[in-house]
């Protein structure tokens, strides 16, 4: 069940009158009798192979495999049911009160018999190969889920539902896949750097207001190179302005010209295109996105309004909803360049070869943008790009390494991620979030080629209901986190610093524990992490105290990490994988329950790029990792979730790889 804040205490209960019949929405205490509950619960999800046995996710794409699954140790009323598995298209709250009767959307309901013995024996494949998720100009088809333990079509006491309060999950198209609107596309010019290149709906007249996406390019490129992302997006329903841009003076000029054009095209959409967008652009949906000097401009568009240093006659800091930067350079003080509380993105290139984000360079670290960000940011680090495959304007790929992927496929990643961000930030579309918060090699557009490998970063914005257990700003000594709490390991080499190669070169050596790292450019910039390693033979781990007020986690959701290979290490180099490793949480009785992270996916290989120092290897590629904490306590586990005392990472040939170099930071639970 798609739900923002679903809290997990099995002591909860919500009443509610459905169908004329009272009934409580709750987790099922265990053992207990439940002759008079509806049970409310995510049920949709994938299969996995091993402990916790099975996933609960929010979207899927057309053709996906769909599996809906209970644990019998949280809900025992499930065992040994014969039951009928209902696909319903999706009904608010009001209209499951008004009309329980259950209709799937196949024809008929999935007939099945839930075990006794685990997740995997009450684990139902259902047959949704047809399921459609074509939304039209929007994202993602809405659907819920019942188990009709009674079987009378109903939905009464005794079932289970995903979906009654919140969306049950979505079905999504390909977001690499062009939209179902015909665009038209018209140039035109207010003078000096007003050149614009606009894309719309072409039957715009009919659609009411629509978000407005402002295109800014980069120093030697031209406006009318964005194409790909001019057309895509606007046959999703947006307009999309890309326009001349003053790069040559630097970023700040660049910002004037972002703001500029975005307040022309807002104050002259009764002239432009003979009146055609008159009133059908919602100026309260503006998002930003800028390429190389445009990259960093476009953050320094918002910061000075955010700031007031410019005030628009058109907009506000408000207005803008979403600002992304394509292989940013970093030409200005993190005072004048951090994007701030907006929702922000990244998207760099692990090949380029203008930004390349040596270490040697000040001016071309653009994951300090990330890093200097407080609202909801992501990361998109394609490795085989080029400066110059993210726009349209042919020529050389502004690359250099291995597998280089070009244009047509890097197109893809472009399109396969900013139609969701732009939903999700614009129209605030669940199904869109999956793709930043999942881990890619877990769920990405199908339409990006099958040898493209993305790094991806999603954090929470700093007002989301979290605890943070280790972010390694504070308490530097390595037996106390930053929470306050006692730090115990036998990893090797640990070390806790600024997240800063020292050198100008990505070579390791005991003096520059952090090599690889790129993420702090001036005395502005604050970001820390701690790195170690491990190698064959060694089973290692690396343990976290939850302080006692800390220790109930039943309310909370995820529990949420970052970690990166460390380039250039011995560990690194002799693995030359993937890498894998184990959460473990233990109760205060000692109870353990662990969950391998490779069933989400792996932390990538850094890219085996020369130069910068000696040997392969380039920036370590970060990886956010979340897992429910309600699975550590899944498939009958014991776990007392609400008496927590410790999370250990475990490291190893028995939980994951048998040697690595890594970086950790940003280990948080959270709510939602």
Same mark, same amino acid.
């Given at each position: 069940?798609?739900?923002?804040?679903?809290?997990?205490?099995?002591?909860?209960?919500?009443?509610?009158?459905?169908?004329?019949?009272?009934?409580?929405?709750?987790?099922?205490?265990?053992?207990?009798?439940?002759?008079?509950?509806?049970?409310?619960?995510?049920?949709?999800?994938?299969?996995?192979?091993?402990?916790?046995?099975?996933?609960?996710?929010?979207?899927?794409?057309?053709?996906?495999?769909?599996?809906?699954?209970?644990?019998?140790?949280?809900?025992?009323?499930?065992?040994?049911?014969?039951?009928?598995?209902?696909?319903?298209?999706?009904?608010?709250?009001?209209?499951?009160?008004?009309?329980?009767?259950?209709?799937?959307?196949?024809?008929?309901?999935?007939?099945?018999?839930?075990?006794?013995?685990?997740?995997?024996?009450?684990?139902?494949?259902?047959?949704?190969?047809?399921?459609?998720?074509?939304?039209?100009?929007?994202?993602?088809?809405?659907?819920?889920?019942?188990?009709?333990?009674?079987?009378?079509?109903?939905?009464?006491?005794?079932?289970?539902?995903?979906? #009654?309060?919140?969306? =049950?999950? $979505? *079905?999504?198209?390909?977001? &690499?896949? +062009?939209?179902?609107?015909? /665009?038209?596309? !018209?140039?035109?010019?207010?003078?000096?750097?007003?050149?614009?290149?606009?894309?719309?709906?072409?039957?715009?007249?009919?659609?009411?207001?629509?978000?407005?996406?402002?295109?800014?390019?980069?120093?030697?490129?031209?406006?009318?190179?964005?194409?790909?992302?001019?057309?895509?997006?606007?046959?999703?329903?947006?307009?999309?302005?890309?326009?001349?841009?003053?790069?040559?003076?630097?970023?700040?000029?660049?910002?004037?010209?972002?703001?500029?054009?975005?307040?022309?095209?807002?104050?002259?959409?009764?002239?432009?295109?003979?009146?055609?967008?008159?009133?059908?652009?919602?100026?309260?949906?503006?998002?930003?996105?800028?390429?190389?000097?445009?990259?960093?401009?476009?953050?320094?568009?918002?910061? #000075?309004?955010?700031? =007031?240093? $410019? *005030?628009?006659?058109?907009? &506000?800091? +408000?207005?803008?909803?979403? /600002?992304?930067? !394509?292989?940013?350079?970093?030409?200005?003080?993190?005072?004048?360049?951090?994007?701030?509380?907006?929702?922000?993105?990244?998207?760099?290139?692990?090949?380029?070869?203008?930004?390349?984000?040596?270490?040697?360079?000040?001016?071309?670290?653009?994951?300090?943008?990330?890093?200097?960000?407080?609202?909801?940011?992501?990361?998109?680090?394609?490795?085989?790009?080029?400066?110059?495959?993210?726009?349209?304007?042919?020529?050389?790929?502004?690359?250099?390494?291995?597998?280089?992927?070009?244009?047509?496929?890097?197109?893809?990643?472009?399109?396969?991620?900013?139609?969701?961000?732009?939903?999700?930030?614009?129209?605030?579309?669940?199904?869109?979030?999956?793709?930043?918060?999942?881990?890619?090699?877990?769920?990405?557009?199908?339409?990006?080629?099958?040898?493209?490998?993305?790094? &991806?970063?999603?954090?929470?914005?700093?007002?989301?209901?979290?605890?943070?257990?280790?972010?390694?700003?504070?308490?530097?000594?390595?037996?106390?986190?930053?929470?306050?709490?006692?730090?115990?390991?036998?990893?090797?080499?640990?070390?806790?610093?600024?997240?800063?190669?020292?050198?100008?070169?990505?070579?390791?050596?005991?003096?520059?524990?952090?090599?690889?790292?790129?993420?702090?450019?001036?005395?502005?910039?604050?970001?820390?992490?701690?790195?170690?390693?491990?190698?064959?033979?060694?089973?290692?781990?690396?343990?976290?105290?939850?302080?006692?007020?800390?220790?109930?986690?039943?309310?909370?959701?995820?529990?949420?990490?970052?970690?990166?290979?460390?380039?250039?290490?011995?560990?690194?180099?002799?693995?030359?994988?993937?890498?894998?490793?184990?959460?473990?949480?233990?109760?205060?009785?000692?109870?353990?329950?662990?969950?391998?992270?490779?069933?989400?996916?792996?932390?990538?290989?850094?890219?085996?790029?020369?130069?910068?120092?000696?040997?392969?290897?380039?920036?370590?590629?970060?990886?956010?990792?979340?897992?429910?904490?309600?699975?550590?306590?899944?498939?009958?586990?014991?776990?007392?979730?609400?008496?927590?005392?410790?999370?250990?990472?475990?490291?190893?040939?028995?939980?994951?790889?048998?040697?690595?170099?890594?970086?950790?930071?940003?280990?948080?639970?959270?709510?939602?």
């Amino acid at each position: 069940m798609i739900h923002p804040a679903r809290p997990f205490s099995l002591a909860v209960t919500t009443a509610l009158v459905l169908g004329g019949a009272n009934a409580a929405f709750a987790l099922e205490p265990q053992f207990s009798t439940s002759a008079l509950r509806i049970f409310e619960t995510e049920l949709a999800g994938r299969p996995l192979a091993n402990f916790p046995r099975f996933e609960y996710v929010g979207t899927f794409h057309q053709g996906d495999p769909i599996s809906v699954a209970l644990d019998p140790g949280t809900y025992p009323s499930i065992a040994g049911s014969m039951a009928d598995v209902y696909l319903l298209a999706d009904r608010s709250a009001a209209q499951w009160a008004a009309n329980p009767t259950l209709v799937d959307v196949r024809g008929a309901p999935t007939a099945a018999v839930f075990g006794a013995s685990g997740v995997a024996s009450c684990t139902v494949p259902l047959a949704a190969a047809g399921l459609s998720g074509d939304a039209g100009s929007g994202f993602g088809v809405p659907y819920d889920l019942v188990i009709d333990v009674d079987r009378d079509g109903q939905l009464s006491a005794r079932d289970f539902i995903d979906g #009654r309060t919140a969306v =049950g999950f $979505y *079905v999504a198209k390909d977001p &690499t896949v +062009a939209g179902p609107l015909a /665009v038209t596309e !018209i140039q035109y010019s207010g003078g000096s750097f007003l050149g614009q290149d606009t894309y719309y709906p072409t039957n715009i007249a009919s659609l009411g207001q629509l978000p407005l996406v402002v295109v800014s390019h980069g120093n030697g490129h031209d406006y009318r190179w964005y194409d790909h992302i001019g057309f895509h997006l606007a046959s999703y329903g947006c307009v999309v302005v890309s326009h001349q841009n003053d790069t040559a003076p630097g970023s700040e000029a660049a910002s004037t010209t972002t703001l500029t054009n975005t307040n022309y095209i807002l104050a002259n959409q009764a002239t432009i295109g003979g009146g055609v967008l008159a009133g059908h652009i919602d100026s309260h949906k503006i998002s930003f996105i800028g390429h190389s000097r445009g990259g960093e401009g476009v953050i320094r568009a918002y910061n #000075r309004v955010f700031t =007031g240093a $410019y *005030v628009p006659t058109q907009f &506000t800091a +408000a207005d803008i909803v979403f /600002v992304s930067s !394509i292989s940013p350079v970093t030409h200005l003080t993190s005072a004048a360049s951090t994007p701030q509380a907006v929702n922000y993105h990244l998207m760099y290139s692990s090949s380029d070869t203008d930004v390349t984000g040596s270490p040697g360079s000040t001016t071309s670290k653009p994951f300090v943008f990330y890093e200097r960000a407080t609202g909801n940011r992501s990361v998109s680090y394609v490795q085989g790009a080029g400066h110059a495959d993210f726009h349209a304007g042919g020529g050389s790929c502004v690359c250099t390494g291995p597998s280089l992927i070009g244009f047509a496929a890097t197109h893809q990643v472009v399109r396969g991620y900013y139609l969701p961000l732009i939903k999700l930030y614009t129209e605030g579309n669940p199904a869109a979030k999956d793709y930043i918060s999942r881990m890619y090699g877990s769920f990405h557009a199908p339409g990006i080629a099958a040898n493209v490998i993305v790094a &991806t970063e999603y954090r929470d914005a700093d007002t989301t209901a979290r605890f943070v257990l280790d972010d390694f700003q504070t308490n530097p000594a390595l037996g106390v986190s930053s929470s306050g709490g006692l730090v115990g390991f036998n990893v090797s080499n640990l070390v806790e610093g600024l997240m800063q190669d020292t050198d100008g070169s990505f070579d390791f050596s005991a003096a520059v524990p952090h090599n690889g790292m790129t993420n702090w450019k001036d005395a502005g910039d604050s970001a820390r992490c701690a790195v170690f390693d491990w190698t064959i033979g060694q089973s290692a781990f690396y343990e976290f105290e939850l302080l006692s007020t800390q220790r109930d986690l039943r309310d909370d959701r995820w529990l949420s990490l970052r970690a990166a290979q460390g380039t250039r290490h011995p560990e690194t180099d002799g693995l030359d994988a993937p890498l894998t490793f184990t959460v473990t949480l233990r109760d205060g009785q000692g109870v353990t329950s662990s969950i391998a992270m490779s069933n989400y996916g792996a932390l990538t290989r850094t890219y085996k790029r020369t130069s910068s120092g000696v040997g392969t290897g380039w920036a370590n590629e970060w990886n956010s990792m979340r897992v429910r904490l309600a699975d550590f306590a899944s498939d009958m586990s014991p776990l007392d979730l609400s008496d927590i005392a410790a999370v250990r990472l475990e490291f190893g040939a028995g939980f994951g790889s048998a040697r690595g170099r890594i970086g950790l930071d940003d280990l948080e639970i959270i709510k939602e």
